[in-house]
């Protein structure tokens, strides 16, 4: 069973169509990149996947339990992380606090337990922070905990969401357009990251251009087209494809 299995994606925004009839699987353990020119959808089926947009047609589920049209909010809650195009942090929060925000759905204090402060809510709030400083360990930040994430660089702000997402131990983590705005050595090290996290048992999803960055990293590699998948298969297999061809360059 696949962990991830959405099955006949169509969105319509009024008379645009967005996705028509998009099918999209992928196993426990795989590296899987979605790819294809601007506006081809991607970031749309990854609204869907996440909760952002409902489905006008098609069904998703995780672990095999439906999740088509629940809440961001529990679809993170059931496992599954994700990063954005346009990295947003808590810029005026240190780098430790805004990774402590990401493991936020997987507490259980509520607010009396913070006003009160009681000993339950001290040692969660004490665990919190000790796994923020182990992602951020994990990720290449350790030794910024204390630095604001609004200082950061490029590259260091990209490695903060992906703590962010990561902190809370989904079993699928998308990133949208992760190596955007980076030079060619942080596009190197970006990869070396994405593998790491792959070996420790996370399965990973992502939104690319750069298609060497795709093509030496993913296991399967997915294309779409004007809102329809055109292409699936192995790197060698799509760069080979008429159709990936024909998107990229024209008939």
């Known amino acids: 069973m696949p962990l991830l299995e959405a099955e006949g994606i169509t969105k319509n925004f009024g008379g645009l169509q967005a996705l028509c009839d998009v099918d999209i ?5 795989e590296l899987v990149s ?42 993170a809650r ?16 240190r780098v430790l606090d805004n990774v402590v925000v ?8 509520g ?10 809510y001290r040692g969660e709030e004490q665990n919190c922070f000790e796994k923020a400083k182990e992602m951020l360990d994990f990720v290449g930040l ?20 992906i703590a962010i997402a990561l902190v809370s131990d989904p079993s699928l983590l998308l990133l949208d357009e992760p190596a955007a705005g980076l030079n060619v050595e942080e596009v190197d090290r970006l990869a070396a990251l994405l593998k790491h996290i792959q070996e420790c048992g996370v399965t990973l999803c992502v939104i690319e251009h750069k298609m060497k960055f795709v093509m030496s990293l993913s296991d399967r590699v997915m294309v779409l087209s004007e809102g329809r998948k055109i292409a699936e298969g192995t790197p060698v297999e799509v760069s080979k494809d008429s ?5 990229y360059l024209g008939k």
């Open 243 to 247: 159709k990936v061809i024909a998107a």
């Open 142 to 161: 350790g030794g910024f905990d204390s630095d604001y994430a609004g200082r950061l660089p490029s590259f260091s702000r990209k490695r903060l969401a």
């Open 25 to 29: 699987h992928i196993s426990k353990g």
């Open 102 to 109: 990401g493991l936020h759905r997987r507490t259980t204090s």
């Open 111 to 120: 607010i009396i337990d913070a006003l009160i402060r009681d000993r339950s």
């Open 34 to 75: 979605i790819v294809g020119p601007n506006g081809s959808g991607k970031t749309t089926l990854f609204n869907i996947i996440t909760g952002f947009y409902k489905p006008t047609k098609g069904s998703v589920r995780f672990e095999g339990n439906l999740i088509g049209g629940l809440s961001p909010y529990r679809i």
């Open 78 to 93: 059931a496992g599954i992380g994700r990063t954005f195009q346009v990295t947003a942090l808590f810029d005026n929060l």
